[in-house]
């Protein structure tokens, strides 16, 4: 599949470690939070979300951390596989009336075999 | 498969050009997103439709516009076409307006590329 290409910053990990993906959002009025995954070649795919009333979300193998004192999301991935390689972005909901995602840059994990 | 169908997968066309791009939403969603993204600037909203109107705006330039037709496809339209524009373009779909949870399934985008 083709390469995003995007100029984001990389996180390496060795397959079989934890994953952590930080992310700063910018509205503090924000009040839901997605993670999503982007693999070479296809569209970016929901992983979890979050609610601002909430601190912590598991999922399967992943967790979303969120600290609303410093506006602050982190994705944790356990066990990275090398499947997991891929473009990770946050995106959060402004209030406003349209609720449109709006996404951060975007980080590229590559879990090395 | 993500439900969400984009066509054309990719585009070569030349500058001044003019060019349309096609999305399929998921099945029972009537809600419709495009976004850009392009090297520098991820993920960019363009533009929201709900049920055939248009609902939200973003960093959308006057060159562009799109539409979503009753039957809830949705095409957008790239017009005078500049280098720049050279980018993937995304097209998702919601259920909803806007209630809850706002997930949202994205097809696997179409390349242009401008000449």
């Known amino acids: 599949g083709e390469s995003v290409g995007l100029h984001l910053p990389t996180l390496s990990v060795q397959e079989g470690d934890n994953s952590i993906i930080n992310c700063a959002y910018s509205?503090?009025?924000?009040?839901?939070f997605i993670w999503y995954k982007q693999e070479s070649g296809k569209g970016p795919q929901f992983i979890i979300d979050?609610?601002?009333?909430?601190d912590k979300r598991q999922g399967q193998r992943v967790t979303v951390l969120l600290n609303k004192t410093v506006k602050h999301l982190s994705l944790q991935i356990a066990a990275t596989q090398p499947g997991d390689s891929a473009v990770y972005f946050c995106a959060e909901r402004r209030p406003g009336g349209s609720y449109i995602p709006t996404f951060g840059r975007g980080t590229s994990l590559i879990v090395h075999p | 498969d993500s439900g969400v169908t984009q066509t054309p997968k990719h585009l070569i066309t030349a500058t001044g050009q003019r060019v349309t791009l096609r999305c399929s939403p998921r099945s029972g969603d009537l809600s419709v997103y495009w976004y850009q993204q392009s090297l520098d600037q991820g993920l960019q909203f363009l533009i929201q439709?709900?049920?055939?109107?248009?609902?939200a705006k973003g960093n959308i330039l006057e060159r562009f516009s799109a539409q979503q037709f009753p039957d809830l496809h949705s095409e957008l339209n790239l017009s005078s076409l500049e280098l720049g524009d050279s980018a993937l373009y995304f097209c998702?779909?919601?259920?909803?307006?806007?209630?809850?949870?706002?997930?949202?399934?994205f097809g696997a985008g179409s390349r242009l590329t401008v000449l």
């Open positions: 509205n503090s009025a924000s009040d839901y």
């Open positions: 979050i609610r601002s009333n909430m």
């Open positions: 998702a779909s919601s259920p909803r307006l806007a209630s809850g949870a706002n997930v949202l399934t």
């Open positions: 439709y709900y049920n055939g109107e248009e609902r």
